[in-house]
């Protein structure tokens, strides 16, 4: 402890350069070169003003063409985009949570998928009223896969997570029309309303792409969380490792990339498995070393430990070390780019997803039944692959840094039980951390989310960000490729605590926590929407009141627009550094960045300055605590 030396991005960078040598030596792409074929970007497009959801198109919006051949205006076209765009991410993210509802309807005693927290299907299953008493877990969680994908179709109701959300915030979100219903029917809903001839009343699409949004983070992300720790276990603090360092070039290395965790927790299974470890060995190498990208890598981390090899933008990192014998992909965020890279190596690329098909992989098809096998046979592939290594072409960076994970909202309330100079008892309750806040030890939080985008230096906003948050006595909880920008950096070292102001740093001590808390993947933002619904019952107060924001300065995908969407609906006001392609139409900012605000208590701010964008979100809140007089 005490002996934290950061990995800066300077270095990170000088390590990409490095690899993308190797890369110009067999006559890979990168990213780094289509970028520079897709500069300038389309106008049109980056101000979100072309629309071709007809025939009659594409229209696009200038000063000489105020508007499409239906007459649409650009105020109309900028919201049915975003709308879209919305639509896009929640359905991903809730497809996510169905798949995870369906392989928990599998789970069997003897099958490949158990449940290994039968105490939180049984907490779960009395919050949904659903009997519990006698009956075998296996059926309990049949019966609870069974009516959690009834909430993505039923007709009547809304969600049933809505109820976890404080009073006050579940009224507001009724008045406002936004509450969701069925998950499937706001997807379709936002389709139908973006349809030629519909919606075009910016406050409308907006109204919409709040319920769309609901229906992802308090419905089918919420369903991907809660039933992921059913299956594979609630996250607990562990320590683990992160940056390309972790990989191994005396090991077969197996890269899990994508989100759903059914895949990697099957070959993190496998590649432990005494048999498959000694078929390494006949390979010729020492071990398997399995290491992650993107949230699937998140989901392994918080679960078991399994380094990060990288976020978002380093997943063609991880093929130019040329020490990956098999990158193994499930769905999202996967670049389409691996394919012909991994066929300048000796790489296998494994689809296993009909989700997520690419040219150049080899298609592993996995599903539930199969499950078992199919992640055998992937981890022998790779040991089999070994062999094809070009020794010449190994360069893995000698870069990596420690890291805890694993704070789920469960494990966080329990590790914070004991900061607490408290009298009367706040066990299981979130008034420790409150009461940090209300004295002014810690000053708020600050949800730190999603992705890279090549438009903001990779991990520069997430890393900066996060030290001058922590330097001011502000607490961040991270997910996504923001939490493994993190962990690259070394600032989820718990010897990060010496950058932090004074109160926080005594916490970080008190608790033995690191400043930078790893709340786990995208989905599992739905954790931080349980962690801010808590505080706000435990302290009385409504969310919109508490000292936290949320955001999400480098993001690049339609689920980040989502996210933002139910982080604002919920009463967090959201920091993006990228602007949703909303530029285009004054009204739709307006809505976006004020007018939501009468509704849901809470609005975005788009701030492309990286510096003012943190001061910013300091002051805001600074602006909070002192409505609160704390
Ligand atoms: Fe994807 Fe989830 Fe973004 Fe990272 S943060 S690039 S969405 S992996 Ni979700
Ligand atoms: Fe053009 Fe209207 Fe068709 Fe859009 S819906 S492409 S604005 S005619």
Redesign the pocket.
Same mark, same amino acid.
Do not use: L, V, Y
């Given at each position: 402890m005490g002996d934290l030396k950061l990995t800066t991005v300077e270095e990170m960078e000088a390590a990409t350069a490095r690899l993308l040598e190797t890369g110009a030596k067999v006559g890979a792409d990168a990213w780094q070169l289509r970028v520079k074929n897709q500069t300038p970007h389309c106008k049109f497009g980056e101000q979100g003003v072309c629309c071709r959801i007809c025939a009659m198109g594409p229209c696009r919006i200038t000063p000489k063409a105020p508007r499409g051949i239906c007459g649409c205006d650009v105020h109309g076209i900028v919201g049915r985009n975003y709308l879209k765009f919305t639509a896009g991410g929640a359905a991903t993210h809730s497809d996510h949570g169905r798949e995870i509802c369906h392989t928990l309807y599998e789970a069997k005693p003897d099958g490949a998928y158990k449940v290994k927290d039968p105490e939180k299907l049984i907490r779960i299953a009395k919050e949904w009223g659903v009997e519990t008493e006698g009956k075998d877990i296996y059926d309990l969680a049949h019966e609870m896969a069974e009516t959690a994908l009834m909430e993505y179709g039923k007709p009547f109701g809304v969600q049933r997570w809505l109820k976890r959300a404080p009073e006050h915030t579940q009224k507001l979100w009724h008045d406002a029309e936004i509450e969701p219903r069925a998950i499937d029917r706001e997807v379709a809903t936002s389709l139908h309303m973006a349809h030629m001839g519909c919606s075009s009343l910016p406050e409308a699409l907006v109204r919409q792409s709040l319920r769309a949004g609901l229906a992802d983070g308090w419905g089918g992300s919420m369903c991907g969380t809660e039933f992921s720790d059913v299956l594979f276990g609630t996250p607990k603090p562990l320590d683990t490792e992160a940056n390309l360092g972790v990989m191994n070039a005396d090991n077969v290395n197996i890269v899990v990339h994508g989100?759903d965790p059914s895949l990697s927790e099957m070959v993190c299974e496998y590649a432990d498995d005494p048999e498959m470890i000694a078929y390494a060995k006949s390979m010729g190498a020492k071990g398997i070393t399995v290491s992650g990208v993107? *949230?699937t890598s998140n989901e392994v981390a918080m679960r078991r430990g399994v380094p990060m090899a990288g &976020?978002?933008l380093q997943q063609e990192n991880v093929v130019l070390t040329g020490a990956c014998e098999a990158i193994v992909v499930d769905v999202?965020?996967i670049f389409p780019a691996l394919g012909p890279l991994s066929k300048c190596f000796h790489t296998k690329f494994i689809t296993t997803s009909p989700i997520a098909q690419m040219p150049d992989s080899d298609y592993i098809r996995f599903d539930v039944g199969t499950a078992a096998e199919k992640a055998k046979q992937i981890v022998m592939t790779a040991c089999e692959n070994f062999k094809n290594r070009k020794p010449d072409l190994v360069y893995i960076p000698d870069m990596k840094q420690k890291a805890t994970v694993g704070y789920s909202f469960e494990a966080l309330v329990k590790t914070l039980d004991g900061v607490t100079n408290s009298q009367v008892d706040v066990t299981g309750t979130t008034k420790p951390l409150i009461e940090c806040i209300t004295s002014g030890v810690i000053r708020g939080a600050v949800a730190m989310v999603? *992705? &890279?985008n090549p438009k903001i230096r990779p991990d520069y906003a997430h890393i900066e960000l996060m030290k001058k948050l922590i330097a001011n006595d502000i607490v961040v909880v991270a997910s996504?490729?923001s939490a493994q920008a993190a962990a690259k950096a070394g600032l989820m070292d718990k010897a990060a605590k010496d950058l932090c102001g004074a109160g926080l740093k005594r916490v970080c001590e008190l608790a033995d926590i690191p400043p930078v808390l790893h709340m786990g993947?995208?989905v599992d933002i739905s954790r931080m929407m349980v962690l801010v619904a808590e505080l706000a019952k435990d302290s009385g107060l409504n969310i919109s009141q508490l000292p936290v924001v949320g955001c999400a300065p480098e993001w690049?995908?339609e689920?980040?627009v989502s996210i933002g969407n139910y982080v604002v609906a919920t009463g967090i006001d959201t920091f993006l550094g990228v602007d949703p392609y909303v530029a285009g139409s004054s009204e739709m900012g307006q809505w976006l960045t004020e007018g939501v605000r009468d509704w849901v208590e809470a609005a975005y701010t788009v701030e492309t300055d990286i510096e003012k964008l943190v001061d910013k979100m300091i002051d805001r809140i600074e602006e909070k605590r002192t409505a609160l007089g704390i």
């Open positions: 989100h993107c *949230c &976020n978002f999202q965020c999603g *992705c &890279n996504g490729c993947s995208c690049m995908s689920k980040a």
